[in-house]
């Protein structure tokens, strides 16, 4: 199915329904399977279908502050990814307790206007781990264009609530510095990933530098 081609306004909007409707399936898995190439993190990208009443400003586009809230809701997804080296203790760091996380900063980048009907899919690449911080791409694609439409880029710092500091991986030791090392590992894949898609796109508009 060309993008953006329905037989029905229903269809155009079915990615509302349970299963994201089957006149997506092509359209998302197409998309995903690219999305992959390029080393974005598979377990915790995000879609969101476009919501005529809520997402849309005046001028019947995606509103600015939109796209911050959906890179937010996937890096919160990437968070809950610690869970496998954290264990009982991602509850201290989603609940702010102990040590947790602090997005420092985040600047975004709008490429294309996205109107209803749409679905978004939303993921997160690493581009650097410090024992105290990483550094992440969170890209936007839309469905039916089939192409970036926003990118945030930016860091987030571990912290240590208690002691109201910024806190070391690494020093912090036993799961956490686990947490970092995983981190580190996931970071090269994604690299390598990255670097082998530019090298086999050499054409294609590159998205993903910090």
Same mark, same amino acid.
């Given at each position: 199915m060309a993008p953006g081609k329905f037989s029905s306004r229903l269809q155009a909007s079915s990615y509302h329904a349970p299963g994201g409707g089957d006149a997506y399936k092509t359209?998302?898995?197409? %998309?995903?399977?690219?999305? #992959? $190439?390029?080393? !974005?993190?598979?377990? *915790?990208? %995000?879609?969101?279908? +476009?919501? @005529?009443?809520?997402?849309?400003? /005046?001028? =019947?586009?995606?509103?600015? &502050? =939109?796209? =911050?809230?959906?890179?937010? $809701?996937c890096n919160f997804r990437f968070f809950e990814s610690f869970e496998e080296q954290l264990g009982d203790k991602i509850d201290d760091l989603i609940k702010a307790k102990g040590l947790g996380v602090i997005i420092k900063a985040m600047t975004m980048n709008l490429k294309r206007p996205v109107s209803y009907p749409d679905a978004l899919i939303v993921a997160v690449r690493l581009g650097e781990v410090k024992p105290d911080r !990483?550094?992440?791409? *969170?890209?936007? @694609?839309?469905?039916?264009?089939q192409a970036v439409v926003a990118e945030s880029s930016g860091w987030v710092v571990f912290f240590d609530y208690q002691r109201g500091k910024i806190a070391n991986l690494v020093e912090e030791g036993? +799961? !956490?510095?686990? #947490? !970092?090392?995983?981190?580190? +590992?996931?970071?090269?894949?994604?690299?390598?990933?990255? &670097?082998? @898609?530019? &090298? $086999?796109? /050499?054409?294609?508009?590159? +998205?993903h530098k910090l």
């Open positions: 359209l998302r898995e197409k %998309l995903i399977k690219e999305i #992959l $190439a390029q080393g !974005y993190d598979e377990a *915790t990208m %995000l879609e969101h279908g +476009v919501s @005529w009443a809520d997402d849309q400003d /005046p001028f =019947g586009h995606i509103m600015n &502050a =939109g796209f =911050g809230h959906f890179s937010t $809701a !990483y550094f992440c791409t *969170t890209t936007m @694609w839309s469905l039916t264009q036993g +799961v !956490y510095k686990d #947490l !970092y090392q995983a981190l580190a +590992v996931k970071c090269q894949r994604m690299k390598e990933a990255a &670097a082998a @898609w530019d &090298a $086999a796109n /050499p054409k294609a508009k590159k +998205v």
